[in-house]
């Protein structure tokens, strides 16, 4: 399978969201290079949207007042939802290193989420997850000032 998490319309879970904002609160959303890149082109700059984790070595989306700096109070939508990080999209799908790929049972509307969409989804998850775990080089260069390419085999 290739490293690129390619089109982005076919990540996305199927099922009843009920759009309640939770999982917007206290986020520790993990971001992927290419959701950097693509978050800035929206005009954000990276310090505005994201934190650096020194213990895991990867950028994850900010909080603001206890919730992702994107997510609209009023509204409780998300304010770059066409342009959200993966694993936004991948949610409530959950990686555990134990049983591999789960659905979140903190989101209310998990049990909606049809076995069919987990096994569909699952190789993106498992992609997901090794690429964040190999985002360290990117991170690196990107503390210094170093831009680098992103996608193999552009
Ligand atoms: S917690 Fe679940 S139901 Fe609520 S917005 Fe998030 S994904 Fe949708
Ligand atoms: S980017 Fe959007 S969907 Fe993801 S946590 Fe923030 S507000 Fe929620």
Redesign the pocket.
Known sequence: MSNVIGDLRYVE?K??????????IDTKMELLPEDIERIETLGYRLEDFAVFDEDSGVWRLRNVNGHCVFFNEET?LCKIYENRPIGCRL??LNYDDELGVVV?K?????GTVPPSEVNRLRPIVELFVRRIRETDVYVKARRAGIRIRLRIGQ
């Open positions: 879970v099922f009843k969201c009920t759009v309640c904002g939770l999982c917007c409780k949610y409530p979140d903190y989101c209310p509307q998990w």
